[in-house]
């Protein structure tokens, strides 16, 4: 059975600074997507990371794929408060009659002033 | 487009009574999702379609939950009878066939059962 997981699940961080939120996961697969959501919102796709060695930016977000290490990372730039959400990363596995995510148990990422 | 639709967004609902949640999922998207997302148990997949047809319903967490895709445009996941465990965000999402195209979440139905 596919096993995702994401740490650390709990992510206090100041304005400003620099974090690395890290997602592993227990199949081989090249094909991992992150998403954001916030609070009594729906699930937002930030990126589709499709081989190894992909890397994708937009903002202070950076998401790369490392397929040997079964890890993907999101790194977080100088983190400003509107960054604050619980981040999900989630591993497309394709099963004989179809294709499916399976999600980490996510992020929850609060940026202080 | 639209994106992922979704309805009712509130259910408040007594305990016994049926609850039918529905999602009109993004055209051309011929892979449809149901999760549910609780504070306890975080996203659980229940149930996903391809080509309308259930692929994999291991994620139902019992026969008072049914789900149907009768045509590529229209699903409903429904609870008969309901529980106050139910109580969670139901969200549905799509996506096409190809590997790696993105997967899209409706707004969600946030259920409420008393």
């Known amino acids: 059975e596919l096993k995702v997981e994401q740490n650390p699940l709990f992510l206090s961080m100041q304005e400003g600074k620099n974090y690395t939120i890290y997602c592993n996961y227990s199949?081989?697969?090249?094909?991992l997507y992150w998403y954001r959501q916030d609070p009594g919102k729906s699930l937002e796709s930030l990126f589709v990371?499709?081989?190894?060695?992909a890397v994708k930016q937009e903002g202070r977000l950076m998401a790369s794929l490392d397929t040997k290490a079964r890890l993907s990372t999101l790194h977080i730039t100088a983190a400003v408060h509107d960054l604050s959400a619980t981040y999900f990363c989630?591993?497309?596995?394709?099963?004989?009659?179809?294709?499916?995510?399976?999600f980490g148990e996510g992020t929850q990422l609060t940026v202080n002033p | 487009d639209a994106g992922v639709i979704q309805s009712p967004r509130h259910e408040v609902t007594e305990m016994g009574q049926e609850v039918t949640l529905r999602c009109k999922p993004i055209?051309?998207?011929?892979?449809l999702f149901w999760y549910r997302q609780t504070m306890m148990r975080g996203l659980e997949l229940l149930i996903y379609?391809?080509?309308?047809?259930?692929?994999?319903d291991s994620g139902m967490p019992e026969d008072r939950f049914s789900a149907k895709m009768p045509n590529a445009s229209f699903s409903t996941l429904k609870i008969q009878p309901s529980e106050p465990r139910d109580s969670a965000v139901y969200f549905c999402?799509?996506?096409?066939?190809?590997?790696?195209?993105?997967?899209?979440f409706g707004p969600g139905t946030r259920l409420t059962v008393t």
């Open positions: 999402a799509s996506r096409r066939t190809y590997l790696g195209h993105e997967q899209y």
């Open positions: 199949t081989t697969s090249d094909r």
């Open positions: 990371l499709l081989s190894n060695g």
């Open positions: 989630a591993v497309d596995i394709k099963e004989t009659s179809g294709s499916r995510l399976t």
């Open positions: 055209s051309g998207h011929d892979y």
């Open positions: 379609f391809n080509n309308n047809v259930p692929i994999d």
